[in-house]
T-cell receptor, first 114, second 113 residues
């Protein structure tokens, strides 16, 4: 199979703090992972492409210093929302590509900043 | 660049009725097309995909979609829906040579008893 595990599923944090979200490929190696953000009743917007061993590629309009992405191994990518504010509250989803399986998505993280 | 238009944001239907969720795309290159389903507070699950070959693709739970190049469409259909089909459905496109998926805004399918 091609399983992607995302943790935590829900997190509530205080404004000004940082939150780290993990995305792991459990049964395959993922050289490329993707991070999406989903607003209520809207589509998924690609935030960045995470490449193992190199810097992430951010989409236009996404703040690199705000959303730190680290892809230090072939099975783990992390997204850190730094100095979070209420407007960062959203549903964040990661995905990875596996040969012959295509895209596999994590179960998502509901971030609420209070 | 690619884009996807899902014309219907919400589709309410009765159980056992047929349903069609519309999807149109635009692209300057050849594309791969996907339908994903999302249940509340969950990630996306692949429903079906068109990569090449037969333009009619089917899923294991009775959904089908037909790639129509001339109309740049990839509508999703099911002849008889169940309550359990209630979910958000996203159409997505990937341009040939790209790894990026571009999603439509989604269609919320609600199946009523």
């Amino acid at each position: 199979g091609a399983v992607v595990s995302q943790h935590p599923s829900r997190v509530i944090c205080k404004s000004g703090t940082s939150v780290k979200i993990e995305c792991r490929s459990l049964d395959f190696q993922a050289t490329t992972m993707f991070w999406y953000r989903q607003f209520p009743k809207q589509s998924l917007m690609l935030m960045a492409t995470s490449n193992e061993g190199s810097k992430a590629t951010y989409e236009q309009g996404v703040e690199k210093d705000k959303f730190l992405i680290n892809h230090a191994s072939l099975t783990l990518s992390t997204l850190t929302v730094t100095s979070a504010h209420p407007e960062d509250s959203s549903f964040y989803i990661c995905s990875a590509i596996r040969a012959n399986y295509g895209y596999t998505f994590g179960s998502g993280t509901r971030l609420t900043v209070v | 660049a690619q884009s996807v238009t899902q014309l219907d944001s919400q589709v309410p239907v009765f159980e056992e009725a047929p349903v069609e969720l519309r999807c149109n795309y635009s692209s300057s290159v050849s594309v791969y097309l996907f339908w994903y389903v999302q249940y509340p507070n969950q990630g996306l699950q692949l429903l079906l995909k068109y990569l090449s070959g037969s333009t009619l693709v089917e899923s294991i739970n009775g959904f089908e979609a037909e790639f129509n190049k001339s109309q740049t469409s990839f509508h999703l259909r099911k002849p008889s829906v169940h309550i359990s089909d209630t979910a958000e459905y996203f159409c997505a496109v990937m341009g040939s040579g790209s790894e990026k998926l571009v999603f439509g805004k989604g269609t919320k399918l609600t199946v009523n008893p």
